[in-house]
């Protein structure tokens, strides 16, 4: 367990008496900013013989329809505008991010009947269109166009999935950002819309039947009037919908009554054969279900039972099921399980390596595996057997993603991007393991003019972790750059170099951009994730932080020209280490961060953290949460550096509550004269759906922001 001796005595610990908590003005104000005033409120629970205060309770109340939560936030995002309108350069970072936008870009084409369906953007149109062609090298056709759905361009197309003979088409429709979908259906050859249409689906990702006469989907009960984007998300079901029938008569296909707070997602393997549910509470710990879709009468039949271990579907033979496992291989292998005869022993296809194994799929008689090794990515390629047959040719360090293909077709596909290149989709021969690339972005940059650098450095503990390095070749970064530094740390989630537009005009500016890969993801494996997880969270936060005294001790950078910035679990990090070492950032942003450990699973998805984070109602649990909660342990007294917080109306996945008492917080305590204020888009969620306006407007208030506080002189536009 980490220490609770870490000068915590000092902190807020925000036990307030409630004769205290009436309406009070900002002491901690700038002496530039007159914040909104905030009404404090008189909430004080006792939880496990501790009294915590909770003055802004009221702030998570939903902004769509509650009149003073929306009060506030027009208050607040009218100061926080005034201020980031003053920022010098903005015009310079605009146009910069604009021309990095504008181009091309377009997925990984899935092929089915002989068709190939890919998506693609223009470079600055709001949202990604849906294109269907006969051949790669022919014209093609466009399927679906979400950039009229809505005025401010913040409908789009979400999820879809071609019929097996690509007479068909799924689709799903998300509003303002939200997890929320509508799930539709097309008619490819016409392009004309079916009546079919299913709404108040989430985490569907729905799949259809092999004969095309039906698709199996997920969804939560509809959600109460008013409550769609906070209520708990309970007893997730699956549904199969045969087309032209009513909803109301969508069969059961698979639920757990017993355990209402678990969620399912399941495939479809590639022969039809078998629907594969995969069910969990917590993180990478799955119960395995299998339905046998050959008969009419069968029922769910668990696989895999206790939900203990990670399971992804690789691919199948007939009966045989191919999974990328971590049971028995820290560091996950490829296996096989004979799904009628389930009893029989686990089969090793592939067996643990030295370097994490992310996943795998089965295309061209070939299993294609991707592997993370140190911070980067590797492809290989293996036979059936899980006989080695060589790699992939990968153009750098980077992420290479989204291999597709069928199981007996070599033509397969998959994208690579990195910090100096965006994503670039090749083909690829899984016999010979030739690729070419079928789509390159006409993006106006050089590759060449930037250096990717990896280092390593020492945690606290003495725990060696990967440094990602990307700066401007020629940078001087003797006497220390204006640096970015970034992380996640969670969710077992491997973060290696991809492509940014801000992160990369932030480079071309002059900035260095680092990128710590800590404990808590899955850059090294499953203990390097639960290295990170549960009581072991100060971990996560004392990689951080070492990181940030590596670039400082190292030189290339300064306390006063550090910025640090993170999102969802990554904006969790920032408030933490801001509250724990406020004097080595000069500014910070936490994004769409989950920020209140105490309530974080009262709403929404927040539920299936508990396995990351901890219980909030179980005593052992609570204590680290509270120990390390961004809104609970705020330091009045103390020089904090300048915050952005940022969040979204819309975000219903980590909940805009979260960030809104955060920054009333800030506001509220005497933490210096620096600027904590919080941007809050409108008609946006947790990052999904986003439109190109809305993020390029998003990117200049930050790339300002941290360009501000960190001495980044930005050049003016000629003329």
């Not at 729905?206 to 769609?228: L, T």
């Not at 809305?694 to 050049?715: Q, R």
Request: aromatic share 10%; net charge neutral.
């Amino acid at each position: 367990m980490f220490g609770f001796n870490r000068d915590w005595a000092c902190w807020s610990l925000m036990i307030v008496p409630v004769a205290a908590m009436a309406m009070a003005a900002p002491r901690g104000a700038s002496r530039d900013i007159n914040y909104p005033t905030t009404d404090r409120g008189p909430v004080v629970e006792e939880q496990f013989s501790e009294k915590v205060a909770d003055p802004y309770r009221w702030l998570e109340a939903d902004v769509r329809t509650d009149a003073k939560v929306r009060a506030w936030v027009d208050a607040q995002a009218a100061t926080t505008d005034a201020y980031l309108l003053t920022l010098p350069g903005r015009e310079a970072i605009r146009a910069r991010l604009t021309a990095l936008w504008n181009h091309g870009r377009a997925s990984v084409p899935v092929k089915r009947g002989g068709l190939y369906f890919h998506t693609h953007n223009s470079g600055l149109q709001n949202q990604d269109s849906l294109y269907v062609r006969a051949a790669l090298d022919a014209v093609p056709r466009l399927l679906i166009d979400p950039n009229p759905w809505a005025g401010d361009g913040a409908t789009t197309l979400a999820e879809w999935v071609p019929s097996d003979d690509g007479s068909k088409l799924l689709y799903t429709v998300q509003d303002g950002g939200a997890d929320w979908r509508t799930i539709k259906l097309l008619d490819v050859e016409t392009g004309n819309a079916m009546q079919d249409e299913i709404r108040w689906s989430k985490i569907a990702d729905p799949v259809w039947a092999k004969d095309g006469s039906g698709f199996f989907y997920a969804c939560f009960a509809p959600p109460k009037e008013g409550h769609a984007y906070q209520e708990l998300n309970v007893d997730h079901r699956v549904y199969y919908h045969r087309l032209g029938t009513p909803v109301r008569k969508d069969r059961l296909v698979f639920a757990t009554p017993d355990h209402p707070d678990w969620i399912h997602t399941f495939e479809r393997t590639q022969d039809g054969r078998w629907l594969v549910v995969f069910s969990a509470h917590g993180i990478l710990r799955y119960e395995v279900t299998v339905v046998d879709l050959m008969r009419a009468d069968a029922k769910p039949r668990t696989l895999i039972a206790g939900a203990e271990h990670d399971w992804k579907l690789a691919g199948s033979r007939g009966n045989v099921l191919c999974f990328v496992t971590d049971k028995g291989a820290d560091r996950r292998r490829i296996v096989s399980i004979d799904a009628v005869r389930p009893q029989a022993a686990i089969r090793q296809i592939v067996a643990e390596d030295r370097v994490p194994l992310e996943s795998a799929v089965m295309v061209g008689g070939r299993l294609a595996a991707l592997y993370v090794a140190d911070a980067k990515s590797e492809a290989r390629l293996f036979d059936l057997d899980g006989r080695p047959m060589g790699q992939v040719d990968l153009p750098g360090i980077g992420t290479a993603s989204d291999f597709k293909g069928s199981a007996d077709d070599t033509e397969a596909f998959f994208s690579f991007a990195s910090f100096n290149r965006p994503a670039t989709v090749y083909r690829f021969d899984t016999r010979t393991g030739e690729k070419s690339a079928v789509f390159a972005p006409d993006a106006a940059l050089n590759p060449d003019d930037y250096v990717i650098e990896q280092r390593f450095y020492a945690s606290k503990d003495g725990t060696r972790i990967p440094l990602s390095l990307f700066y401007r070749k020629g940078l001087d970064l003797s006497r220390g750059a204006p640096t970015m530094l970034h992380a996640y740390g969670g969710f077992g989630i491997s973060r290696v170099p991809d492509y940014s537009p801000l992160t990369l005009a932030w480079v071309e500016m002059g900035g260095l951009y680092a990128l710590a890969s800590i404990r808590g993801g899955g850059e090294y494996g499953k203990a390097w994730h639960d290295a990170g997880r549960l009581a072991r969270k100060q971990n996560v936060f004392d990689d951080f932080v070492a990181a940030g005294e590596h670039l400082i001790s190292e030189g290339l950078t300064t306390r006063d020209r550090l910025a640090i910035r993170g999102g969802s679990n990554g904006g969790l990090l920032i408030g933490a280490v801001v509250n724990q070492r406020p004097d080595l950032f000069a500014a910070a942003l936490p994004r769409v961060g989950v920020l209140d450990m105490l309530r974080f699973d009262r709403f929404t998805a927040g539920q299936y953290w508990v396995d990351e984070y901890g219980r909030p109602d179980r005593e052992a649990d609570w204590k680290w949460l509270r120990a390390y909660s961004p809104y609970h342990n705020i330091r009045s007294g103390v020089d904090y550096p300048a915050i952005l917080t940022i969040t979204a109306d819309t975000d219903d996945r980590v909940v805009p509550g979260h960030s809104f008492k955060y920054a009333a917080a800030l506001q509220h305590a005497d933490i210096g004269s620096k600027p904590h204020l919080i941007r809050i888009e409108t008609r946006a969620g947790h990052g999904a759906g986003k439109p190109t306006d809305k993020a390029i407007s998003e990117a200049v208030d930050e790339i300002g922001f941290m360009a501000k506080w960190t001495g980044l002189t930005i050049t003016e536009p000629p003329g």
